[in-house]
């Protein structure tokens, strides 16, 4: 089992930036899995921000250039820089991990989810 725990959420003004973190721990190979940022907003469909795997980052359309997944395997953890904040970035924001797996965009990829972390942009 995995257990991921996400922090760094909080409310932001638009044009801002947060940092959010995803602790792994348990029977986990860290540095081999496949890791992903995924988000819901409200009464909205769990959507793709992105993800890291073999080397590889991947993105959303609208978050490239704006946010930057990178992990610390030493530290266990993934983290998602976000830059240039907007209203439609409002969201809770899950960690998500998996083996291996070559479909990254995929909710159903994934064996293990955080419990998500609130991001609030405001104007």
């Known amino acids: 089992q995995v257990q991921l725990v996400e922090s760094g959420g909080e409310t932001v003004q638009a044009g801002g930036s947060l940092r959010l973190s995803c602790a792994a721990s348990?029977?986990?190979?860290?540095?081999?899995?496949?890791m992903a940022w995924f988000r819901q907003g409200p009464e909205e469909e769990r959507e793709f921000v992105g993800a890291?795997?073999?080397?590889?980052?991947y993105y959303e359309d609208s978050v490239k250039g704006r946010f930057t997944i990178s992990r610390d395997n030493a530290k266990n953890t993934l983290y998602l820089q976000m830059n240039s904040l907007t209203p439609e970035d409002t969201a809770v924001y899950y960690c998500?991990?998996?083996?291996?797996?070559?479909?990254?965009?995929?909710?159903?990829?994934?064996?293990?989810w955080g419990q998500g972390t609130q991001v609030t942009v405001s104007t």
């Open positions: 348990g029977r986990t190979s860290f540095g081999s899995y496949t």
């Open positions: 998500a991990a998996v083996g291996i797996t070559s479909r990254v965009r995929w909710t159903t990829e994934y064996d293990y």
């Open positions: 890291i795997s073999s080397g590889s980052t």
